[in-house]
Every structure is written in structure tokens, then in C-alpha cells.
């Protein structure tokens, strides 16, 4: 069996520290051509910093590729959450200047990775056998792609891990600091120990609720009243509404399919013969031309293969379906690439750049760098002695002597000094340019340089199946067919004829009028439903079709009206079982306080039952009759030996209770350690659920989701 299939099937050792491994997997063509535009989307925004869309969208495939039995929209849900608690953790590390270490890499890789859990790793012994697990890195490197999605697949889930094992190091160091003071004291692992170690022998007398609530079947309708009258803050009822849905999605027919799949193979002929490559994709394409440059290792797996065979320019690739859309593409550019440059530069700065405080105007930041650059390109030594000098990154100047490191080519970033593409393989290792960026003038050497590799330009023609008119009309017929039948009918039957019918349903989810969202509708006519429901002249059982601006159509039930007030009927019976009890408690004290004999044996005669004798209790279980019975444990520990306790309404019933005994093994502190532990652990919990919260609470987040 294969690593691949091996990860799998160990899914469950994928929720670790702070969520789940997020891993890159092969994903949807709609996702992967994002390769192709340039990366400007984001789908929200955490304290400022964005969150991606292809992070979100990274994040949901794999959610759906190993949760296939929860719906979409929860997984949709589930995904921006653990982003979220992700991120958070890492700025509030970062905050506090935490950072992590080669050896601190490869330790997580040996305990929080996903492979630290895989056998194939693992020596006799079953712990991780890092040198095996780098072998198999050596090997993985080495292997061949071609015609092997599997090791392709690998490869990327080993990307993914490398760059994101940072991440959760960052995370774990900054809740280990956090937790570092925060221990339990031996004054409360000693109490905690005492808890478990002390016991109390008693005799007792139970008298289930079940023998006696039927005397106190009959509650008066005044009694619930008055009772509710003398507790009115605790049955004030909110204004909602309870909706129920069933979605009827708009997807195209297989004749939808079958038609995009002609037009698409007349489209491959006219792109293969056209000279004309960017206005055809700007004409025929849902996404518009890209003009950049990509690297074997920077593209989709589809085009990846396709190069490994077919790179010459005019190669053809396509049409080919994924999922709804179809894609087309032809190699119109071929050009040598480094896809790393090792660059130093020096920053003159003026009042319009961005991140700058100079004074400077800009034709005077054109003229101070023109004359170091023609400087250093008669004498390049002079560089490192003018980058201290004269140049306005500071820092990198200082600290780098202007270096900015090793820049990684992605395909969009050749244009990182504007004119002077460093990447190309003209421009030598040892070459000086300028140029201009938002940040000022740059004079860049180039200090080192990756061998140059091929890269290539694809004119690319994406379209997305979409329902024909002719599908839309039958959907609708379709829904109004289903809206007639089910008209009349509850909200049982509707549901399940729906599931019968494979319609997609969400089932009672409770609304305020002050809400713009439903939680698992999540579409732009949320608010519009709301409003529908709050209506005056609406009432239980109501139905309504609504239409989505993506032609999905969504059938709306109205399931429950609740308006403000004191809904008695709704209470009822929760009520009627509290009074009862309350009753049995009057009738019980009444029988204690007139009777003269109050021994346990008198109780037991007076009441039909066998005394239980010898009973042994404690407060860490505080098990009685198979029930957890606390307040019973309580009474015991507090009362003199041999007297008989007043009635004790428990949990199950009513007790009566004679200590005989208390008893409290060792003492010894050494037993305490273990305590401490135990209720480190718990304490650490319950802080890391609360800080949770309040980091939440606490971060500004802004949620575009909708906008995609």
C-alpha cells in the first residue's frame, strides 16, 4: 500500500493542536487556475491581515475530501473557523516576538506532523524514526512525476506540511507560555485527593419519585400561573421564528454538457490557428489573459503533465472537463527562468513612495539614484560601501547590507523591480539595474542565481457549464410542481418527500428579525426571508419560493411562530413536574417535623421499604442506587454519626441517611503529584476554551464570503 493510501486511511490523527492539518490535495480546475491571475482575492480579513480565498478554499477540499458525509455548507463553516483559530494564534505569537528553530522543525515533524503517527515511519519500538522518514524525503525528491499522481500527490502533501509545521509551532510555543505559571496548588490537589479518599459508611432509606409523583398527578392550571406570575424573568420569551428549507439547485442538464463540449472543440481549432491570443481569451474566456510566465513546478497538475510531453509553442491542451467548467490552453511563450535570485538593492526613497518619511521630492530621488547608478556601474565594488551610505532601507542595510535574500519566482512576481526582471536569464548573476517601484528608486544587483529553467506562457479559455434555458424552465415547472404537491402538507412530509426527491434540506433553524444571516443558507436573500417570516399576516405552516441571484430556488417553511410574552402552554409541563416536587418536599417536611420518632428504622417502616445498611460514599462519584446522587454525599459528610438526616430530595428520589462512619486513607503528600497533574490538565482546558473566546471576541473579523 502506498504512503498516500497509508495517510488516508489514519485520518483521524489529522485533528491535532489547534485544528486540523490543512493539506493541498489535488483540487477542483475552478481552484488550481487561479495559477493563472493574479492572486489578489482574499476571502476575509483577520485584524487586518488577509486570509486568501485559495487558503479557504484549500482548507474545504480537504474537509470535503475526508468528511464526505457532513453537507457543504457546514463544511464551508467548519473550514473559515479553523482558519480563523489559526491565524489568531499565530499573530498573538508573533506579537510577542516567538519564533521557531530548525530543531524545533523537525521535532514537530516528529510529534505534531500527520506522518508522526504513520507505522512506516515508526522503529520497533513505534517511535518516530526521523533518518526513515528523511530516506523517504531523498527518495520522494528523486522520484519521477511522470505518469504517477500518486507521488505527484505526495510531493504536495509535503509542501504543504513543510510550510505549514511552522505555523503550528508558533501556535503551540505561544498556549505553552501562556500556560507555563498556570498550576494547581497542593492546598487543592490535596482537597482534590481528599475528595476521592474520603468516605462515609452510611445506612439508608430511598424512595424513588416514581412510587410517589403519581399522588401529585393533578396541577391546578392557577398554580402554574401563579408560579409563572412570581417568576416572570425566567419565562420572558424572544420574538422568533422557526424556518425550515428545501433547495432546489440550479445545475446544467447532460444536453448542457454535451453542447458546451461542441463549442468548446470549435474553440480548441480557432485558438490553435489564431495569432491574435490575447484578445481571442479576452473574448472567449471567463477569466481574462494572463501574460506572465509559469515554471514546470508552479502549474496545475493537468498542465504540468501536459508540458512534461508537449513544450513546444503551439502545443495544444484540451478540452478537457472538471467538474463544471471546461478548460482549454495553448503554450503561446517559452523562455529560460531562475526560479531563484539572490538580490541586493539600494532604496531612494521619496515623499510619494509607500513606507516612506522623506522629504524628498520625486525628481530628486530620480536624479540622486541615476547618479549612484552609473556610479556602481563603473565601479561595482563601490556598492556595498553606498548601500550604508545612501540607501533608505535601513534595516536591510544595515543588518543584510542590502540584501534582500533569496526571491522565489511564482510566475506573478516578475515585475518585483518593476522593468528589471531579475528572473530572466539574460540578466547574468553580477548584473546592476534600475528601476522604479510604489516604494522609490532601486539600484538591484544580482549576487547569485538558480540555473534557469523553462517557463512557460498558456493563452487559456475557461468556461463554466451553465444551465440552457430550456434546463432552467423544466427546473422551474419542476419546483412548482413539488411547491403544489407538498402545499398543504407538514413539515415531516416535506422534508421527507424532498430527501425522497434528492433535493438538498435544512432543517428548523431559528431566526431573530434582527438577523441579516440564516446559518447554513448562507445566500444574498437571507435578510429577504427574515423579513418574509416577521411578517404580520403570517402564520404557522406558511410556504414561500424565493429565487437566489445564481437561479437556485429555495422553498421557505415557515415552522414555528414564537412572539414575546409568557407562552403557559409551551411551559407547561416542564412546570407541572417542578411543582410536583415541590409538593412531595412540603409533604415530606410536614411528615418529619409532626412525627416524634425520626430514626431510620421507623422512616422505613412508615414508608414500606428495607433499609440499605453499610453503604460506602465519597464525593468523587457519589454514586447511590446506580445514580450520581451529590447532594446526598453532601448531607453525610456534615452530619453526626447515628443521626438520622431530615428528607434529602435527590436527583431520583427522596433519601433518608444515618452516618455510621467516616473514613480517610492516607494523607501522605506524595500522592498529591499525580492530583496536580490530573488537575493541571482540566485547568488548562477549560483556560484554553476561554481564551479562545476571548481572542475571538476580541479580533476584528471580516468575513467576504459572500462576495465569492
Excluded at 490553435?272 to 474566456?285: E, G, L, P, R
Excluded at 539600494?346 to 525628481?363: C, W
Excluded at 457549464?465 to 412548482?480: H, R
Aim: glycine residues 4%.
Amino acid at each position: 500500500m502506498s504512503l498516500l493510501e497509508k495517510i488516508r486511511r489514519n485520518t483521524w490523527f489529522l485533528f491535532l493542536f489547534i485544528g486540523i492539518v490543512f493539506i493541498s490535495f489535488v483540487l477542483d480546475p475552478n481552484i488550481l487556475f487561479k495559477f493563472f491571475t493574479r492572486n489578489t482575492n482574499i476571502i476575509g480579513k483577520l485584524n487586518g491581515e488577509n486570509i486568501l480565498i485559495k487558503e479557504y478554499e484549500d482548507c474545504f477540499q480537504f474537509l470535503k475530501k475526508f468528511r464526505q458525509e457532513d453537507p457543504y455548507y457546514y463544511l464551508k463553516n467548519e473550514a473559515w473557523r479553523l482558519l480563523i483559530h489559526e491565524r489568531i494564534l499565530n499573530q498573538q505569537a508573533i506579537k510577542l516576538g516567538i519564533q521557531t528553530t530548525k530543531q524545533d522543525f523537525w521535532n514537530a515533524v516528529s510529534k505534531q506532523s500527520i506522518y508522526s503517527y504513520i507505522p512506516f515511519f515508526q522503529d520497533k519500538n513505534g517511535i518516530f524514526d526521523i533518518r526513515k522518514f528523511k530516506l523517504y524525503l531523498n527518495n520522494l525528491e528523486n522520484s519521477s512525476n511522470r505518469d504517477n499522481y500518486k507521488i505527484e500527490e505526495e510531493k504536495r502533501i509535503w509542501d504543504y506540511e513543510r510550510n505549514n509545521i511552522p505555523k503550528r509551532i508558533l501556535a503551540k510555543k505561544y498556549v505553552e507560555m501562556l500556560m507555563y505559571g498556570l498550576n494547581t496548588s497542593l492546598i487543592e490537589a490535596e482537597l482534590n485527593y481528599k475528595d476521592k479518599n474520603f468516605f462515609s459508611i452510611v445506612d439508608y432509606v430511598f424512595i424513588p419519585y416514581s412510587e410517589i409523583e403519581h399522588k401529585y398527578n393533578t396541577i391546578k392550571n392557577y398554580e402554574i400561573k401563579n408560579y409563572i406570575k412570581q417568576h416572570k424573568f425566567l419565562y420572558k420569551k424572544e420574538n422568533l421564528r422557526s424556518l425550515s428549507f428545501v433547495i432546489f439547485p440550479s445545475e446544467p442538464s447532460l444536453e448542457d454538457e454535451k453542447n458546451m463540449k461542441n463549442k468548446m472543440e470549435k474553440l480548441f481549432y480557432k485558438l490553435k490557428y489564431t495569432n491574435q491570443n490575447a484578445n481571442f481569451v479576452s473574448n472567449q474566456s471567463e477569466q481574462p489573459f494572463d501574460s506572465n510566465f509559469y515554471l514546470k513546478k508552479n502549474l496545475p497538475p493537468i498542465l504540468k503533465n501536459f508540458v512534461v510531453q508537449n513544450d513546444k509553442i503551439g502545443s495544444m491542451f484540451g478540452p478537457i472537463k472538471r467538474g463544471s467548467i471546461y478548460v482549454l490552453a495553448k503554450i503561446i511563450g517559452k523562455k529560460m527562468i531562475s526560479d531563484s535570485v539572490l538580490s541586493s538593492h539600494i532604496l531612494i526613497s521619496h515623499e510619494e513612495a509607500i513606507r516612506s518619511s522623506n522629504k524628498r521630492t520625486k525628481k530628486e530621488a530620480e536624479k540622486i539614484a541615476k547618479n549612484i547608478y552609473n556610479l556602481v556601474k563603473k565601479n561595482p565594488k563601490k556598492f556595498d560601501f553606498l548601500v550604508k551610505e545612501k540607501s533608505d532601507d535601513v534595516i536591510n542595510a544595515k543588518k543584510n547590507k542590502g540584501s534582500l535574500g533569496w526571491l522565489k519566482y511564482d510566475g506573478q512576481n516578475v515585475n518585483v523591480f518593476g522593468k528589471f526582471n531579475i528572473f530572466n536569464s539574460e540578466n547574468k548573476k553580477g548584473m546592476i539595474g534600475f528601476s522604479k517601484t510604489e516604494f522609490g528608486y532601486h539600484i538591484i544587483r544580482i549576487d547569485d542565481k538558480s540555473i534557469p529553467k523553462p517557463a512557460y506562457q498558456f493563452a487559456v479559455v475557461i468556461k463554466t457549464i451553465i444551465p440552457s434555458k430550456k434546463t432552467k424552465d423544466i427546473l422551474y415547472k419542476n419546483v412548482n410542481k413539488f411547491f403544489i404537491e407538498n402545499k398543504n402538507s407538514s413539515l415531516n412530509t416535506l422534508i421527507n418527500n424532498a430527501r425522497k426527491k434528492r433535493y438538498e434540506t435544512i432543517y428548523f433553524k431559528n431566526v431573530r428579525y434582527n438577523q441579516w444571516e440564516i446559518d447554513g443558507l448562507n445566500t444574498e436573500i437571507d435578510k429577504k426571508i427574515i423579513d418574509w417570516s416577521f411578517e404580520n399576516n403570517r402564520k404557522e405552516g406558511d410556504t414561500k419560493i424565493m429565487k437566489t441571484s445564481n437561479k437556485d430556488y429555495i422553498l421557505v417553511y415557515l415552522s414555528k411562530i414564537r412572539k414575546k410574552g409568557f407562552p403557559v402552554e409551551e411551559i407547561k409541563n416542564n412546570l407541572i413536574s417542578f411543582i410536583r416536587r415541590k409538593k412531595i418536599e412540603n409533604f415530606f417536611y410536614n411528615f418529619y417535623n409532626m412525627e416524634k420518632k425520626k430514626n431510620l428504622e421507623y422512616i422505613a417502616f412508615y414508608f414500606y421499604k428495607k433499609i440499605k445498611k453499610y453503604y460506602k460514599i465519597n464525593f468523587y462519584d457519589s454514586i447511590i442506587n446506580n445514580f450520581k446522587e451529590p447532594k446526598v454525599v453532601g448531607f453525610a459528610s456534615s452530619l453526626k454519626l447515628y443521626e438520622t438526616s431530615k428528607p434529602i430530595l435527590g436527583e431520583n428520589g427522596i433519601f433518608f441517611i444515618k452516618p455510621l462512619k467516616h473514613s480517610y486513607t492516607s494523607n501522605n503528600p506524595s500522592y498529591f503529584s499525580y492530583e496536580i497533574e490530573i488537575l493541571n490538565a482540566s485547568l488548562r482546558k477549560k483556560i484554553l476554551e476561554i481564551l479562545e473566546k476571548v481572542l475571538m471576541d476580541k479580533s476584528k473579523i471580516e468575513d467576504y464570503r459572500k462576495n465569492f
